[in-house]
C-alpha cells in the first residue's frame, strides 16, 4: 500500500507489518537543529498512525545532518521523544548536503 504518492515519492510504503516513511525535513527552516528535529519527529509520529503504527514499534532510523557537530543537540530531542521506550537500531550521518537551510532528514522503518 504506498500513501500519499506523488510523482517522485510515497510518503509511506506499508509492506506486510512494516511500515517505510520517506525521509523527512522541517518545514519551518528558520528553526535550530533542535526544532527541525522536533518538528520532524512529530511528523513521524503522524505519518506512522496514519500507517496504523506508533515510534514504540520503529525497527530503524538514519538520520542525515549538514554538520556533525549538530549531532548532540539533536540526540537530546530524539533521547527526549523516546522517552523510556526502546530504541531502534540507528545510523547518523553528518556532513551530507541538503536542500536549503535543512538541518537535519530522517527516514525510519517500522512494524505495525
Known sequence: EHLDSGEILSQAV?????????????TDRELDVSGQTEEVLAKIDDRLA???????????????????????AMNEVWKAWFGDLNRPTRACIGGVELEPDVLVEIVVSAAK
Request: proline share 3%; net charge positive; hydrophobic share 30%.
Open 50 to 72: 496514519k500507517c496504523g503504527s506508533d515510534k514504540s514499534q520503529l525497527l530503524s532510523a538514519t538520520i542525515y545532518l549538514t554538520e556533525i557537530k549538530l549531532k548532540p
Open 14 to 26: 506499508v509492506h506486510g507489518d512494516t511500515v517505510y516513511l520517506c525521509g523527512l525535513t522541517s
